[in-house]
Structures are given as C-alpha cells and as structure tokens.
C-alpha cells in the first residue's frame, strides 16, 4: 500500500493505493499518518480511496481508528472514490452510517465547509 | 483602561455607558433628598405606608402602559421620550411647589414621591436594559464595574450637590438642575445606540434580514407568562421581591429613625443630601475594590447569598442595640450600599445567560411590574404594622410612634429567610442555565461507533470476501463463522460469494438483485444450520480428527518454507475447536509466527479459546503495527483475566513504549473498575511518558462507564501538574521569538500546549461533571465568542476555587502579556510550600 499526502486549503488529502492489508503496510500505518496530521493542528482529512483494490479486517480498523482520533478532536475525516465494490461491502456492514463516503473530490472537498 | 478592563475598541461606548448612568443616578439622588424631606417634614414618617402603596399603584399602571408602549417604539426613542416627559414634568412640579397653594397642599408630598418613583424606575429600568442587550457574561463581569462607578460617581454627586445647596439656602435651585441633567443624558443615550451599530457583529444582536419580519413584540400578558413559566425568571422574581420588601422596611426604619433625630427641616434635607453621598462613596469602594473579588473568589453561587446573610446581622444589630440613628444608620448603609454596588452587579449577571427574547419579555415586568407589587405588600405590612401597634390615625395618615419601628426587625428576619432560600436555588439555577446555553458539539467518537456499528461482524465479512481468493478452506470456515454467529444473510451471501476483484457490476441493485451465488457452498438450501455446526463440532472433537490434524500441523509448523496459507488454515480450524482439543497447544506458535496474516487468524482463535497460556504471546504482538490492533482486540475478549499480565507489562519501563501504549489501549476497552486503577496508580507514579495515552483512556472509560469511580486525589494533583508544564511551555514559546531557527522548536512547543489543554479538561472530567468540562472546552476550542464567554462562565462556576484559580487563567480572553504575568504568578504559586 502507498500513501502520498497533498493539501487543498486546510483539508488533507491522503491518496491510498493498492490494498489496505495487514500483510501489505510498511513502516508506518494510515492511522499513525492521520494522527500526525491531527497533532500538527489539522482537522479536516479526506482519504482518497481512487486506487484502492480491496481492503481486509485490518484497513477496517485502519478507517475506523482514523476516524475515532479525528472525530475525539473535533475534526472531520471523510472518504471518497471508494470502488462500487467496497462500497457495497461497507454498505452491508453499515459502515456507511458512520462513515461520511462522497463518489467526486470536489464534492467531499465543499462538504467540509 | 486596561486597569479598569476596558479592551481596545470597547473604550467610547464604556464611557458612554458611564455617562449614561451618572446623568441619571445624580438627579435620582438629588430629587430623592427632596422628596424624603417633604413628605417627612409636611405629613411625617406615618405617610410612608401610603406614599410607598400609592407610588406602587401607579408605577404599576406606568409599567403596563410601557408595555404596551415598547410594544410599538424602538427602545432609543423610548428612552429619550421618558427623559424628556421627566425632565419638563420636574419643572412643572418645582412651579407647583412655589405656590401658597402647592405649600399648604397636603396631596402634593404624595405626588412628588410617586413622581419621583416612577422616575427612578423607568430610568434604571431602561439603563439596565440597554446595557444587557451590548455585552455577554464575560464582558459583563469586565466591564460592569466600570460603568457602575458612573452610576456611584453621579449618587456622589447628586448627594453632595443636596447637602451643599440646602446648606447654602440654594435648595431652590436642586430640582431645576437635575431636571436639566436629565435633558443632558437624551444626548448620551443617541450617542449610545449611534455607537452600538459599530460593534463587533458577535457582541450586537443581529437585525432581521430585508423581507424578514422583526421580532414580535411583547406585551404585559407575554411577560408575565414568560416569568411563569421559567423556574429560574420565576426565582429571580422571588428573590427580588423580598429583596424589595426587605429594603423597604429596612428604609422605614431607618427614616424613623432620622424623623425621631432632625427637628429642623433644613437640616433633615442636608442630612439626606450628604447621607447619600456618603452612602455612594461607601457603594463606590466596596464596587471598587470588593465586588470583583467577591464574585471571583465566592463565584456567582455564593455571592447572590451575601446580602441577605450581611441584612441578617444588622437586624439583629438594631433588635439587640437601642434604638437611633446609628444602627438605623448601620442598617440602612448596609442594604443600600449592596444594591448600589454588589446586588446590581451580580442581578445583570443572572440576567445574562437568559436567551435574549426571554430577557427583553421579564425584565421589565420584574424590574418594574414585581418590584412595585413587592412594594405594595412592603407598605401593606407597614400599614397594617402601624395600625396595630398605634391605632391612631390623622386623616388618611397613620401617627406613628418612631420608636415602636425597631420591632419592624422581627419581620425583616423573616423575610431573610426564604430570601436567601431562594438565593441558593437561584446560585444553582445559574449554572444550570448557562449551561444549557452551550452545546456538546462532538461526543467521543469511539462511542458513536460503537454504538452504531458491529465492528467484530463488519470486519468478520471483509476477511470472508478476502479470503475468497485465497483458500476454499479458509473461506468455507468464515462461512461457518458467520453462519454460526446467524450473519449469514441474503445480501451478504450474495456479496461474499462473489470473486473478489472479479466484480463487475453496473450498479449496487444489480449486485443485490443477482440470482444464484457463483462459487458459494451449494449447501444451504438442504442443511439446517443447526445440524451443520454440531456436525463440524462433533467432527473436530473425535479422537481421529486430533490425530490426524495433529500430524498435518506438525508437517505445517515443522517446514518453515511451508505455505503461509496453510498456518492460516491450521490456526482458522484451531479456533474452532474446543478449549481442552490437544491441538490448541499449537496456537501459541502461531500467534509468534513471523506472518501478520498467520498472527492475525491465530490471535481470533486465542480470543475464541481464552487459554492464559497464550496471553504472553498475544503481547508480544502489541508491538508491531499490523498485528497491534487484533492483540488489544483479542486481550479485550480476554478481559479480566488478562489484567495482571497486562499489569506487569504496563508497569514495566523497559518495555517498548509502543507496547506499553497499546497496553493502555487494551485497559480502556476493558474498561473496567481494575483497570481504570491500574491506568490512575501509573499516571500517579509512572514517568509521564504515556501520560497523554493514559489520560484519553481514562476519559473514554468515564465516558462509557459512568459508575467506574477515579480517585479525584490522583487527577487533581496531575491536573495542577500538567498546568505548570501549559504555563512553562507557553513561556518557553514567548522566549522563543520569531526566526526561522526557532520554527521546529515553535511547532513542537505549539503541539504541546494543544495536547497539553485537552488533558488537563480530560482530566478535569474525571472529577467534574465530564459532560460540563468536555462542553466547556469544545465550546472554547471552537465556539463564538459568545459561547466561548458562557463555556468559560460555567468553568468559573464548576469548578472550585483551588481548581478555578489556574484553569481560569488558561482560558480568559487577555492579552499575551497578561496571560504571561498569569502563568508566571501560577508558577511561582506553585513552587510555595
């Protein structure tokens, strides 16, 4: 999994790719990037889930720890372009009634204002 | 002005305020002189009753007629036509009284004191509204003493011009003068409201946008519903009627006693004259000088309840001292000075956190509707007292003996009983009104999550869809799982059974509606789910089945190039099994395996199996990352009986901080009595390192676990702690200076103090109402000005004296600067023994 981090105003944007697996994460984790941002004062995060194939119990966690940190703080952590897939997936499961999940950047970008 | 807590941009209408209330506290004073004088010299101390009943009457038809009045004119013109109509109708009386006829007139001393009534309400009455609608709570407190120095300066005045022109034989001249002082202050009061359209948009109301209708107008029916139907409105109108009773029969006293001493008129007058004046000096230094600390030391609470335990000693002062002018005097001072200085101060502060429409409806009714009710039982008691102890009567005026009104204490201490009854509920009242002026903006999101979410089944289907392209065994066992668990719906059946990575669908519906499931166990339509399970399970027990599976796991384990699936399977199917299976002596190797994907299936068959024999090898897999979250998942299911393993990890500083870290993590899951201790004995003696981790553990168990008690010792000693590193940190920040250099440091300085804040109100919720503090800090992190200003006035009220007097500090809207003197002062503070 490769994450590259951008910023559009005060939002940061994290662009995921390949899977979010326990077997694929490297030195650092998703949630362990959110949580710097969150101590450098940020708030608002959305993760760009374009080139993301598929995601096991571990992104589950990853997402959800993410979203715990951001929201403890009063900030927002939103999620978008997530694949028809995962979407049904997260669906059924009702992570989507916790989860804010927009289909467009620019959508989920207005959303936080 | 920072000396009298003006802020820049707030110092001309401050000053205009001021003006405001000294052009009508001077001729308030100087025409209250006259009009005491009058009706005592012409018809003696037995006309009081009637003057007070008569003036109360008619300031009671004065204020529904105002009402109806402000219903229809905006409050400026209102104001201005009141000073007007005041001013000429002064000049009219002092023709009046010129005459023979006005002189010998034994009705004119009835209505020069109801006049002057009316007066003295109207005019405080639409001062004190105008002052409310500017300010919040915080600039309140600020600025109020300030501005009611003006209204103590002009009672100085005004007395001081009584005493000086009576004595000069100019008295002629005192009604005039202050007629035109009242002319003077329609000036002030445009200037008023001309600057009140330049302020900051947070600290004026916002008016109606162009089509949108302007807020109704009350009338005398709304506001006495208003004061109705709010318990706290109500109280205040409780309180504030005794309290006039109460001032009333102190005031009878006391000009008994003044009736009793003066024989000459003249130098009745001059007494009265210099009497108020010193009066108001007195009123001016206690504002000074005591009114801020008192309300900052005893807080709003405890302040509303020291007028009448301070009335409640002079009472018994004059029951127990012959009767004179000097205890009269003692009294009087008393009650007066209080309402000049405390008693007004903090009644604009009850009134503040009252919602705007609420406000503009009850004022009025209880500044002017109650009050003059209050004063007709006050005159009522009186007439009725006079009547039984004399029951002598000239005309309509009672002859009263001076003497007799000592009794009058009898009464008084009566009164201050349920006075300061009420004042206590109006103390707590308070702060339950403030704090329902503010908002918990955000809860604890693992809370929410929780409760919206099935996390363990959410995930249980992620890792079915997965495994789906991994191994047909692996994905026929977390069938089984989630057949087991009863989540083996339609829908999800559908969705799983697909290929991951193999989907292609035009729309979510069309998945939905997908007929037959490619690739799921062609099994479910003839086996009943219950005979399935206790299939499997009587398969995995028999004796054959742990032989057998015994030697493909020694084949699995023995070959370390072995396929990685293979474990995964192995550790899957031990899971399953019963806790006492021989098999399950093979899960804690796997738990070690070096794969997080073997870890991770052998961690949930250890949260299935609960043997304390794996628990050293679930945290050991505390520390890497991709296996951290399903070792605090599993020592969660563990619960109990993980605590004294995890005790002894946590304890231990030699440990990988990351580990000791997810210790914490595990402890808030569980979240029990026990482990909320352990989590406090290490904040209390542990080196600081997981202070912060230890803190937000503690908060979310409160917040999820109410009855889990923490000892407040613990917390209140870290709070003061970790106060002194915000100070030092915010110090070390100022020395810093700006520069490139520095910016790493700032930035890490910068970091501190946020983390630092929210700690210590994490921690202030572990012994403080949690639902109060997290309030309060929300609203200070991210909320208006005007809720900042509440969030802060309910800490002020929350929290006691030991805990307010640093918190405070850290929150108060000051300069840098002040802020710095503060933190220096807390510092030193704290290095005291």
């Known amino acids: ?113 | 002005m920072r000396l009298v807590g003006i802020k820049p941009g707030e110092e001309k209408l401050a000053f205009l305020l001021f003006s405001y209330f000294f052009l009508i506290t001077t001729p308030h004073t100087i025409i209250k002189a006259l009009r005491t004088t009058d009706l005592l010299v012409r018809l003696g101390v037995g006309a009081l009753p009637l003057a007070y009943l008569s003036a109360a009457v008619v300031t009671g038809l004065v204020v529904v007629f105002h009402s109806k009045i402000q219903a229809k004119i905006s409050i400026q013109l209102l104001i201005i036509a009141n000073l007007v109509f005041f001013a000429v109708s002064g000049l009219a009386l002092q023709l009046v009284l010129q005459t023979e006829s006005g002189r010998r007139s034994l009705l004119l001393p009835y209505i020069y004191w109801v006049w002057a009534s009316v007066l003295i309400v109207v005019l405080m009455t639409h001062f004190l509204m105008t002052v409310n609608e500017i300010f919040n709570p915080r600039e309140a407190k600020r600025l109020f003493a300030f501005i009611s120095s003006g209204g103590i300066l002009g009672g100085i005045l005004g007395g001081l011009l009584a005493g000086i022109l009576t004595r000069a034989n100019l008295a002629v001249l005192l009604l005039p003068l202050a007629c035109g002082l009242l002319l003077a202050c329609v000036f002030v009061v445009r200037a008023v409201f001309r600057d009140r359209q330049k302020l900051p948009l947070t600290a004026k109301p916002i008016p109606p946008r162009k089509g949108q209708a302007e807020a109704p107008k009350v009338g005398f029916k709304d506001s006495y519903n208003a004061v109705r139907k709010n318990s706290y409105l109500a109280l205040i109108a409780a309180a504030v009627a005794i309290g006039i009773i109460v001032s009333t029969l102190i005031e009878f006293q006391f000009f008994s006693a003044t009736d009793r001493h003066f024989t000459n008129p003249k130098d009745l007058q001059a007494f009265f004259g210099f009497f108020f004046a010193g009066l108001t000096i007195f009123a001016f230094f206690l504002n000074a000088f005591l009114t801020g600390n008192i309300i900052k030391r005893l807080g709003v609470k405890l302040t509303v309840l020291l007028t009448p335990v301070v009335l409640l000693v002079c009472s018994v002062v004059v029951l127990i001292a012959p009767f004179s002018l000097l205890p009269a005097v003692l009294i009087k001072g008393g009650d007066e000075s209080l309402a000049f200085s405390l008693n007004q101060t903090i009644r604009e502060i009850l009134y503040i956190p009252v919602a705007s429409g609420l406000k503009f409806k009850a004022r009025p009714f209880i500044d002017m509707f109650i009050s003059r009710v209050a004063k007709v039982v006050a005159a009522l008691i009186l007439l009725a007292f006079a009547l039984l102890l004399n029951k002598k009567v000239n005309y309509l005026t009672p002859v009263f003996d001076t003497g007799l009104a000592k009794q009058l204490s009898w009464i008084v201490l009566g009164l201050l009983v349920p006075w300061a009854v009420f004042s206590l509920k109006i103390g707590k009242e308070y702060v339950t009104t403030i704090n329902r002026s503010i908002k918990v903006k955000w809860d604890r999101a693992d809370r929410s999550v929780m409760k919206e979410l099935d996390v363990d089944s959410a995930k249980e289907i992620f890792d079915a869809v997965e495994s789906r392209n991994r191994s047909a065994v692996l994905y026929a066992m977390h069938i089984f799982d989630l057949l087991q668990q009863d989540k083996l719906s339609p829908e999800i059946k559908n969705m799983i059974s697909e290929k991951a990575g193999e989907v292609r669908v035009s729309s979510l519906s069309d998945l939905f509606n997908a007929e037959g499931a490619a690739g799921f166990p062609e099994a479910d339509e003839d086996i009943r789910q219950e005979d399935l399970v206790a299939d499997i399970r009587e398969t995995m027990s028999l004796d054959a089945y742990q032989e057998l599976m015994g030697r493909h796991a020694e084949s699995v384990m023995a070959e370390s190039q072995k396929s990685e699936v293979e474990k995964m399977e192995l550790a899957k199917a031990i899971g399953l099994m019963s806790p006492d299976a021989p098999m399950t002596d093979r899960l804690e190797a796997l738990i070690d395996d070096h794969s997080p994907d073997v870890s991770f299936y052998a961690l949930k068959s250890a949260a299935r199996l609960k043997k304390i024999g794996y628990i050293p090898a679930v945290i050991r897999k505390l520390i890497n990352p991709s296996t951290r979250e399903d070792a605090i998942s599993t020592l969660h299911k563990y619960g109990q009986s993980a605590m004294p393993a995890l005790g002894e990890n946590f304890k231990d500083s030699r440990q990988d901080l990351n580990l000791r870290k997810a210790v914490v993590e595990t402890l808030a899951r569980i979240g029990t009595q026990e482990a909320a201790f352990a989590l406090v004995e290490e904040l209390d003696q542990g080196s600081g390192e997981l202070d912060s981790e230890i803190i937000d553990a503690l908060d979310r168990i409160r917040t999820e676990k109410g009855e889990v008690q923490l000892p407040g010792r613990v917390g209140k000693r870290k709070t003061l702690f970790l106060v002194q590193k915000y100070c030092r940190a915010f110090l070390d920040l100022r020395d810093l200076g700006p520069g490139e250099d520095n910016e790493a440091a700032r930035r890490r300085l910068e970091r501190d103090l946020q983390t630092l804040f929210s700690d210590i109100f994490k921690l202030l919720g572990l012994f403080y109402p949690q639902e109060e503090i997290r309030k309060a800090y929300q609203n200070i992190e991210t909320g208006t000005k005007n809720s900042i200003a509440y969030a802060i006035e309910l800490l002020d009220n929350t929290l006691k004296r030991d805990m307010r007097d640093v918190i405070i500090p850290l929150v108060e809207d000051s300069s840098p600067s002040e802020r710095q003197r503060a933190f220096q002062k807390i510092l030193k503070n704290s290095q005291e023994p």
């Open chain 1, 1 to 113: 999994m490769r994450i590259a981090a951008r910023q559009k105003n005060d939002i940061v944007i994290f662009d995921l790719e390949g899977e979010i697996k326990r077997s694929d994460i490297t030195d650092i984790t998703l949630h362990q990037l959110v949580k710097e941002q969150l101590d450098s004062g940020k708030r608002k995060i959305l993760l760009n889930f374009d080139g993301v194939e598929f995601i096991d119990s571990f992104g589950v966690g990853e997402i959800l720890a993410s979203y715990i940190s951001t929201h403890n703080l009063g900030g927002k952590l939103k999620l978008v372009k997530i694949s028809k897939k995962l979407f049904l997936i997260f669906q059924v499961t009702m992570l989507t009634k916790v989860l804010d999940i927009y289909e467009e950047e620019e959508t989920a970008l207005k959303s936080f204002s």
